[in-house]
């Protein structure tokens, strides 16, 4: 079973360059996630998914994008990299609220 | 605001028990979770408290008290792969989570 899977694993992006980090998960769940984790920090959400067509921003949207078109993928989208959205990327998802997320492998993107 | 406090790092000799303490400020409560995350990987989930009380899995237990606002995940018979952060998250009033920074626990041979 794949779960729950994000691409790249990593990736060095040129300040002022655009990218999407892709999520994908198989487990039909209704809610996905966009988190960073920087030292320190903990993990800060970027913006959420509760059921496909429909998103909402976390504690740090700025800079980011999101969208839900079916129930599977959840990509994250940096319209114009900055250095300070240098960070390791987590995709989660999980079935309904009380229940537990289940996480990606993770994306390290360095912006230089 | 929220505010989720937990230790930074604790180490623990092997063999040994060890607790790690979460205390939470946040708006609303509907239950905790811990999850473990080794270096360089994801999260994976431990336990989820939502009634005051003690939940035991395996070598693993962690108890809740909402009237305090704290929980604590408590290790047993600690083994060296059991070194890996360790993450506490409150379910707020809109059932989104809220993250701790996370304990690193390092166990020592």
């Known amino acids: 079973t794949a779960g729950i899977t994000q691409a790249p694993t990593s990736q060095i992006l040129a300040a002022g360059r655009s990218m999407t980090l892709r999520c994908t998960q198989d487990m039909r769940h209704n809610a996905m996630y966009w988190y960073r984790q920087d030292l320190g920090l903990g993990l800060r959400l970027i913006h959420y998914s509760n059921t496909a067509g429909t998103t909402g921003k976390g504690e740090v949207p700025d800079g980011y994008s999101v969208s839900r078109a079916n129930t599977d993928d959840f990509p994250l989208t940096l319209a114009s990299a900055v250095p300070s959205q240098t960070s390791v990327y987590f995709c989660a998802s999980r079935d309904r609220e009380n229940t537990e997320a289940f996480f990606g492998q993770g994306t390290r993107l360095t912006v230089v | 605001g929220q505010n989720i406090d937990q230790p930074t790092e604790m180490t623990a000799t092997e063999g040994a028990i060890v607790q790690i303490n979460c205390t939470y400020q946040?708006?609303?409560?509907?239950?905790l979770f811990w999850y473990q995350q080794h270096a360089g990987e994801a999260p994976t989930f431990l336990s989820y408290?939502?009634l005051d009380g003690l939940e035991e899995k395996g070598r693993f237990s962690s108890f809740l008290s909402r009237s305090k606002g704290y929980s604590y995940l408590l290790l047993k018979e600690l083994q060296m792969k059991d070194s890996a952060s360790y993450l506490c998250a409150v379910q707020d009033s809109n059932y989104q989570l809220i993250w701790g920074a996370g304990t690193k626990l390092i166990i020592k041979p």
């Open positions: 946040t708006s609303g409560f509907n239950g």
């Open positions: 408290n939502v």
